[in-house]
């Protein structure tokens, strides 16, 4: 069981770190503990939007 856990689980795509899950009503959210990646999901509007570069790069 914990093998299909582990291959579903969602990953960060630069360092493969499992994605911290949290939200409230309206929002889902995951993301890497290294901030290389963070997803949010409105799932009321449909709409997923993905952020995949450090905050630090964007300079």
Do not use: R
Request: charged share 20%; proline share 7%; aromatic share 8%.
């Amino acid at each position: 069981m914990s093998l299909l856990k582990w291959m579903f689980a969602s990953k960060c795509p630069k360092c493969g770190e499992p994605l911290v899950a949290s939200g409230d009503g309206v929002c889902s959210v995951k993301a890497c503990p290294h901030n290389h990646y963070t997803e949010e999901t409105y799932s009321s509007l449909g709409v997923q939007i993905v952020y995949d570069e450090e905050p630090d790069s964007l300079n």
